[in-house]
């Protein structure tokens, strides 16, 4: 049977960490992989973390299953981080939420979910429209699932700014039963995202043609903050009948490998809310059946505890603030080496990535001459940046342009 098989392409960020981890250049710089690194280059366990995850050894009495929504806590708890505690849809009982194997696990179920639904409506198959572009992992995500993607305009490579005309105008040609992926905040990979006022449009778009919303929040904090970057899923929530959000602990947590997200979905009255339940928890059955306790634990502690949750928000700043220095530093010293080209857009935008705007060959040159490793498309982990690389960072980028 396995012969039949033909080998897949490597992932192009996983085998861009692989050439990097074998380069012996002592100033190399990885701008690749898609995790917060400090100032030293690593990634460390937040101090509330460590107090949480204390707590769980010293308390926990069993190592049972959970059952496949995962603790009614943490779902609780997370629900109200994304929605907002006083959010109208939570508070008439609208919604349902599921813990994940990470944000990808979300983003699964969702699309298992999504096909389910799509079978029961007059849509022959599924179709979902995503950001051009988009991370991804998008694409195979829920072409795995049996789910036809499209793409809606969304980032201008040449202006550096986002297409939103164009894609009100795509958005207001979709039909009622699509799904229309959208990012919470800082966009991966351009950085570029939504205003508030943006967001209100679309949402008025999203009301006018009856597509089902489906949110993907994988950094929720590192943009603005906490409550500044759900503004869109608050609003959407409180705008609709119908939506999906996937949301992820990996990097506001720095839970990467705990594996712990959620999926929530949201109907237009209780009763309609629970049919979709019961599908929801088919799909988790289906595919692993229960998920993973501990990190979602972690989270539960911290955000139950009014001390934790704290030092949670407190470090999150951290590690929001140093990103947004970096952004500003790379372009101070940009500017500092008289680059003629503006990478002013680079502080301008949010979170953890941002396009350089160079071609693939001036990618391979900064890799291969300077062990300088990004993604062809010159997107770039703004945490990789630091005091220590920055000036080698800038005069490389450069001596290429």
Not at 65 to 75: D, E, L
Not at 114 to 120: D, E, M, N, P
Not at 194 to 201: G, I, P, R, T
Not at 371 to 382: A, F, K, N
């Amino acid at each position: 049977m396995f012969d039949t098989l033909t080998a897949m392409p490597a992932d192009p960020i996983l085998g861009l960490m692989t050439k990097y981890q074998q380069d012996t250049r002592a100033n190399k710089i990885d701008l690749g992989v898609g995790v917060y690194k400090d100032e030293l280059g690593h990634t460390p366990i937040l101090n509330c973390v460590k107090k949480a995850e204390q707590h769980r050894i010293d308390t926990e009495e069993t190592k049972v299953y959970i059952g496949p929504t995962g603790s009614a806590q943490f779902n609780r708890l997370l629900g109200e981080l994304a929605f907002g505690k006083d959010n109208p849809a939570l508070l008439a009982d609208r919604i349902r939420t599921v813990s994940t194997p990470g944000g990808t696990g979300a983003l699964r179920v969702a699309a298992e979910f999504i096909k389910r639904a799509s079978s029961a409506t007059r849509s022959p198959t599924a179709v979902i429209w995503v950001s051009d572009p988009t991370w991804a992992n998008h694409t195979g995500l829920f072409e795995a699932a049996g789910i036809e993607v499209k793409t809606y305009p969304y980032y201008d490579h040449d202006n550096k700014s986002l297409k939103f005309d164009e894609m009100k105008a795509a958005l207001s040609q979709v039909g009622p039963d699509d799904v229309v992926l959208l990012h919470a905040c800082c966009h991966n990979p351009s950085g570029m995202d939504l205003s508030e006022a943006q967001w209100d449009q679309i949402i008025e778009i999203t009301q006018q043609q009856g597509f089902t919303p489906l949110i993907d929040m994988a950094y929720q904090g590192f943009g603005v903050g906490v409550d500044e970057d759900a503004y869109g899923v608050r609003k959407m929530a409180a705008s609709v009948d119908n939506m999906i959000l996937c949301s992820s602990c990996s990097k506001n947590f720095g839970l990467y490998r705990e594996r712990i997200g959620a999926c929530s979905i949201l109907g237009k009255d209780t009763a309609s809310v629970n049919v979709a339940f019961s599908v929801l928890l088919y799909v988790v059955r289906c595919i692993y059946s229960m998920p993973p306790a501990h990190g979602a634990a972690i989270v539960e502690t911290i955000l139950g505890s009014d001390e934790l949750k704290q030092q949670w928000l407190d470090e999150l700043k951290i590690m929001r603030d140093r990103i947004n220095g970096n952004r500003n530093m790379l372009v101070d010293k940009l500017i500092e080496k008289k680059v003629k080209r503006d990478f002013g857009f680079i502080a301008q935008q949010k979170g953890m990535f941002s396009f350089l705007g160079i071609n693939p060959q001036q990618v391979a040159h900064l890799q291969q001459e300077y062990g300088i490793y990004m993604v062809d498309s010159s997107r770039i982990s703004i945490a990789g940046i630091g005091l220590a690389n920055v000036d080698y960072l800038a005069e490389s980028i450069a001596k290429v342009i």
